[in-house]
Nanobody, 120 residues
Framework: QVQVVESGGGLVQAGGSLRLSCAAS????????MGWFRQAAGKEREFVARISWSGSSTDYVDSVKGRFTISRDNAKNTVYLQMNSLKPEDTAVYYCKATIPTIAGETDYWGQGTQVTVSS
């Protein structure tokens, strides 16, 4: 069973930085892509960033472009989200998703989430 575990959340002042990590484990598997989503209190979960596992394709939601950078370490099945110039509106629970190919097609595995709080 694939497990996805996030780490690196915390409390930071506006303008500060945090680096989130997410590792996928649980046997032999390949990864198609990994991504970050976030959910603020009272709001729906939204896409933040995504990176393909082959090549270097990345995507970001407009609100984080130029501030957040997603990267990966294929050998460690780990994805990172470097968050700079953080704003109070970035406060949310950040979730990691790993997309893995299966016989049925693709399966998404989610982490438990890590809290990011940005104070003004």
């Amino acid at each position: 069973q694939v497990q996805v575990v996030e780490s690196g959340g915390g409390l930071v002042q506006a303008g500060g930085s945090l680096r989130l990590s997410c590792a996928a484990s649980g046997g032999a598997f390949s990864i198609l892509a990994m991504g970050w989503f976030r959910q603020a209190a009272g709001k729906e979960r939204e896409f933040v960033a995504r990176i393909s596992w082959s090549g270097s394709s990345t995507d970001y939601v407009d609100s984080v472009k130029g501030r957040f950078t997603i990267s990966r370490d294929n050998a460690k099945n780990t994805v990172y989200l470097q968050m700079n110039s953080l704003k109070p509106e970035d406060t949310a629970v950040y979730y990691c998703k790993a997309t893995i190919p299966t016989i049925a097609g693709e399966t998404d595995y989610w982490g438990q989430g890590t809290q990011v709080t940005v104070s003004s």
